[in-house]
């Protein structure tokens, strides 16, 4: 069995798994909400119980909804897995669907009064069962793929030190989707053997590749040498035009290509994307408006413990409450950071520009509280206000520390290309601090590449609770 026709089974099974769980939802969530007498203290209904028959009738629309907006959040990707990313791409459907069903029954029965609590509770159903039929499908799918059967079986055309480095990440999956089945080209295997490479089969020429795709079932072609001229690659598309086989190029620009680069036109030129403003546009609007409304409505419900801590810190140590400092954000522009002050006021003299440690000895009693809690960074709220900063990017760096970082950490100035932010995906994964300045820095790099509205939020929560554990 070829991995597409298994893809499309599974793809096929969990639709039709959705499908029951979802129908079935409504039937538990109305037992729960009428029968089982669980809900009835904190839930009111009045007049009597209606008739199980005006729920079933939902199922259909709830139905088509739901499979319409877990089909729009690309949750039946084969590619999908049992992970948190799944879990929070399906959380997120998952509102979506409940909003887009109460609007739809509001159309369709307006003349009928049907229970929020059974909606809400189908919804808190569909959410776990639905998850756990992809961690189930996930387990099936890996079990049968250690087996042989839906294996993606790759053959490489041409052989250089990028094929070589595809060979190696296809050998280091965790997974078993992938079947490296051998070498096409005039490369043979002997020279394979010498690099250590002995477990590479060499398939044969060029010009039989028909004959070896057939013959070797291969369902997909990796181009991988830039030795392999424009004519022999148009020869290969116009051989396999025929035949269902995927053929993919690694470009000799794949040393500039990254997670973000796109293929786009320049009228009728094709034209590949390297690089690109993030956060412009509609949503990078929205992020301000974000930004300048959540930071107002921080500033003003915790102004008067912005107050009581000002003083207290006065009266803690000599110096001043707020603590100002020289940091780099977007495009290299330099602002001072607001902090409440969490070290002595002569902290940095003579000192410089260094990192605070966890159990530094300049800090205060009370410091050591600020920073533990992530108390010191309210007035950041102010930075943010003013635009200097946004409630989500990398951590601002200080300025005398730029040029050091530049010359040392690949990519550093990646970063630069977005404001930086009270919180980041670098933080909210363990790396605050005095940690690896080369790991967060790749955290920061893929927040920018992969960033949206839902990974900002995503962050937000996730800070909170961080906060909250302390």
Known sequence: ???????????????????????????????????????DEIAVHRGGT??????????????????????????????????????????????????????????????????RWVMLLATGFNIVSLYLVRVVILRFRQAIQSQGLGVNRIALVGYDERGKQL????????????????????????????????????????????????????????????TVSNNIILNILHTCEGIPVQINLLPELSDFIKGGSSVTFF??????????????GVSGIIKRIIDIVFSMFALIVLSPLMLF???????????????????????GKRFNIYKFRSMHADAEYNIGHVWAKTDDPRQTALGRFLRRWSLDELPQFFNVLKGDMSLVGPRPEMS?????????????LARHRVKSGMTGWAQVNGLRGNTSLEDRVNYDRFYIENWSLALDMKIIFRTLWAIKKG
């Open 50 to 115: 209606p008739p199980f028959e005006d729920y079933l009738r939902l199922i259909p629309v709830t139905v088509v909804i739901w499979i319409m907006i877990l089909q729009g959040f690309k949750l039946y990707l084969p590619e999908n897995s049992a992970t948190f990313k799944t879990f929070w791409k399906l959380f997120k459907a998952s509102i979506f669907a409940l909003i887009a069903t109460l609007a739809t029954l509001f159309f369709i029965y307006h003349n009928e009064a049907y229970s």
């Open 309 to 331: 801590l000002a003083i207290t810190i006065r009266i803690d140590s000599p110096g001043k409450a707020i603590f100002r400092q020289e940091r780099v954000s977007k495009a």
């Open 167 to 226: 060979i190696d990440i296809i050998k280091t999956k965790s997974d078993t989707a992938y079947n490296l089945v051998g070498i096409v080209g005039d490369t043979e295997i002997v020279e394979l053997c010498q690099n250590g490479d002995t477990s590479i089969q060499h398939l044969g020429k060029i010009d039989e590749i028909l004959d070896i795709v057939q013959h070797h079932r291969i369902d997909t072609l990796f181009i991988a040498s830039p």
């Open 267 to 280: 009228d009728s030129i094709p034209v590949l994307q390297l690089s690109e403003v993030p956060m412009q």
């Open 1 to 39: 069995m070829s991995k597409k026709t298994f893809d499309h089974l599974l793809i096929l099974f969990t639709i039709l798994c959705d499908l029951c769980f979802i129908g079935t939802g409504i039937v538990i969530a109305y037992w729960v909400r009428f029968e089982a007498g669980w809900l």
């Open 400 to 412: 005398g520390l730029i040029d050091t970082f530049q010359e040392s950490i690949p990519h550093y």
